[in-house]
């Protein structure tokens, strides 16, 4: 089975909400991701097996130097074959292409290894404030 990966990937937002669901553990949600990309994100990644959708990642960007990796999902029976890295990988490239000088990313504590390790990213200063 061949995993392709597109920039910009043409999804429906059933799909994408059904992989949130798989990938966050929560109930399907109802979210126009569509729209929500359209308007804020510079791209994101799709990547598909037999033409399902089995991992997403969101490049959000503030419009010039910065672009912040958001929702990296990867369904979960497809987890720890290389396809959360190659969504980051692809992602980093289309931001670079774009000419971003950053990279940014938040994650969970369990997740660290995997940005850091597998990723590339680097620790660094950061705040936070919970809303």
Not at 3 to 29: E, P
Not at 52 to 61: D, E, M, R, T
Not at 96 to 109: G, I, P, Q, S, Y
Request: aromatic share 12%; hydrophobic share 45%; proline share 1%.
């Amino acid at each position: 089975m061949t995993i392709t990966y597109d920039w910009r990937g043409d999804f429906d937002n059933a799909s994408l909400n059904a992989l949130h669901a798989d990938g966050f553990g929560s109930a399907v949600g109802q979210t126009d991701w569509r729209a929500r990309l359209e308007r804020h994100s510079l791209g994101w990644v799709c990547a598909w097996e037999d033409g399902f959708l089995i991992g997403f990642v969101n490049v959000a960007w503030d419009g010039g130097a910065h672009a912040f990796i958001l929702d990296t999902l990867v369904a979960r029976h497809r987890r720890s074959r290389g396809v959360g890295a190659a969504l980051v990988a692809a992602a980093t490239t289309e931001a670079r292409a774009a000419k971003c000088e950053w990279l940014h990313v938040d994650f969970e504590e369990h997740l660290r290894s995997f940005y850091f390790d597998v990723c590339g990213f680097r620790e660094t200063p950061a705040g936070l404030i919970a809303l």
